[in-house]
C-alpha cells in the first residue's frame, strides 16, 4: 500500500522568499516520487521525480526536492519564489509494480507581491 | 511529440444526461488514465487503459466507464449525471511499460458542470 501526505492546503510566502512545500510518503518497497504542477484551468505538469539515483532532485524552474528515507519525506524547495509560480502542487507516490500514482491532496501556493 | 489533448473542454449538462469525453494521448503511449478533480476530494483516479484493456479501476460506481481503442486514444461515459460529478476530469498518458518511473503526462482536463 502507498499514500501520500500533503502538510498545509495553503501556503502564502512573499516574493523573494524561500519556498517550502511539504510531502511524507508511506510505501512498504522502495518507491518513486513526484511533484506535479497544476496552473490554473490546466492539467499537471511534471517538476521533478525520484527514481533512486540521487537524493536530491533538480526540476524545473528552480524547484528541488530531497528524498530523505529516515523521515519518509519528500519536501520541494525553492530559494527565492516569484509570482508566476502562484498554483496547486502536488506529490505523488507509485511503488510496488504500481502503474498507478496515488496523489496527495495538494498544495495551494500563494505569492505576495 | 504533441502532447494528451481533450475534447471537450467545456460541458454543461442536466442531471440525469449522460456524457462522453475524449482523450487522445501522446503518440507511442499505450496507457491513459483518468481523474476526477474537485475542490472537496482532490485528484480521485477513475480507471486505466493499458491496450485496449483496463488494467486498473478506481472506486467509482458503474455509472462511470470507459474505453480505449486500438489507436490508445480513449473516452470516459458518465451516464445518469449527478450534480456531484460537476469536476475537472483530466486525463493523462504514459508509455505504461517498464516500471514505475514513468511519469504521466497530463491533459488540460474537461470542465463538466451538470445543473
Known amino acids: 500500500a502507498q499514500s501520500v501526505t500533503q502538510l498545509g492546503s495553503h501556503v502564502s510566502v512573499s516574493e523573494g522568499a524561500l519556498v517550502l512545500l511539504r510531502c511524507n510518503y508511506s510505501?512498504?518497497?522502495?518507491?518513486?516520487l513526484f511533484w506535479y504542477v497544476q496552473y490554473p484551468n490546466q492539467g499537471l505538469q511534471l517538476l521533478l521525480k525520484?527514481?533512486?539515483?540521487?537524493?536530491l532532485v533538480k526540476g524545473i524552474n528552480g524547484f528541488e526536492a530531497e528524498f530523505k528515507k529516515s523521515e519518509t519525506s519528500f519536501h520541494l524547495t525553492k530559494p527565492s519564489a516569484h509570482m508566476s509560480d502562484a498554483a496547486e502542487y502536488f506529490c505523488a507516490v507509485q511503488a510496488g509494480g504500481s502503474y498507478i500514482p496515488t496523489f496527495g491532496r495538494g498544495t495551494s501556493l500563494i505569492v505576495h507581491p | 511529440k504533441a502532447g494528451v489533448t481533450q475534447t471537450p473542454r467545456y460541458l454543461i449538462k442536466t442531471r440525469g444526461q449522460q456524457v462522453t469525453l475524449s482523450c487522445s494521448p501522446i503518440?507511442?503511449?499505450?496507457?491513459v488514465s483518468w481523474y476526477q478533480q474537485t475542490p472537496g476530494q482532490g485528484l480521485q483516479f477513475l480507471f486505466e487503459y493499458f491496450s485496449e484493456t483496463q488494467r486498473n479501476k478506481g472506486n467509482f460506481p458503474g455509472r462511470f466507464s470507459g474505453r480505449q481503442f486500438s489507436n490508445s486514444r480513449s473516452e470516459m461515459n458518465v451516464s445518469t449525471l449527478e450534480l456531484g460529478d460537476s469536476a475537472l476530469y483530466l486525463c493523462a498518458s504514459t508509455e505504461g511499460t517498464g516500471g514505475n518511473a514513468n511519469e504521466q503526462f497530463f491533459g488540460p482536463g474537461t470542465r463538466l458542470t451538470v445543473l
Open positions: 503518440s507511442g503511449h499505450r496507457s
Open positions: 510505501s512498504s518497497v522502495p518507491p518513486y
Open positions: 525520484y527514481t533512486s539515483a540521487a537524493t
